[in-house]
């Protein structure tokens, strides 16, 4: 899904990819705390995944850098109205309905919201009483504006698919 998003916006069909993420750190374990620097190193652990396809860290310093990824945590945005953009939520297991709702609501013309998750790996109880990802395939399913793909297995790697076997 990332090499799309970072696709489409080579070839023009947007303007730059809004990198939307709640900082929700992994169940059973320790929070960081604050983390010193300006805004991009504190979200900077949040988008590493992107940095996995960009060349690492110097990629996406460079993409933000160009205006072509901005980043921000989804307690910021609030009252956007994003125009000719990729919006891009990734581990959105952690997230509520009301979180995509947000999100849903900042999307504006020539933008597309993309979500992606697995809700196997949700990491607060929170997110398994209201869960954002279930509930938005749920109640928008077979809406023309509205698509999904559910993935049945682990497409990362062979080892990667191991993890499927410790549920």
Do not use: C
Request: glycine share 8%; no cysteine; aromatic share 6%.
């Amino acid at each position: 899904m990332i090499n799309a998003a970072l696709e489409a916006l080579e070839k023009n069909q947007f303007e730059k990819i809004v990198w939307v993420r709640n900082n929700i750190e992994v169940k059973d374990s320790n929070a960081l705390g604050s983390l010193p620097g300006d805004e991009i190193s504190k979200l900077l652990p949040w988008i590493m995944v992107l940095a996995d396809h960009v060349g690492g860290i110097d990629g996406v310093y460079n993409l933000v850098e160009s205006g072509k990824v901005e980043p921000i945590h989804i307690g910021f945005i609030r009252g956007r109205d994003i125009k000719n953009s990729i919006i891009y939520s990734t581990e959105a297991e952690n997230l509520t309905t009301q979180h995509v709702q947000l999100l849903l609501g900042r999307v504006g013309e020539g933008s597309n919201l993309w979500i992606n998750g697995d809700w196997r790996q949700r990491d607060k109880k929170v997110f398994e009483k209201n869960s954002g990802l279930e509930t938005t395939i749920e109640k928008l399913k077979g809406n023309r504006h509205f698509g999904y793909v559910h993935l049945e297995k682990s497409e990362r790697s062979k080892i990667a698919a191991l993890a499927d076997l410790l549920d």
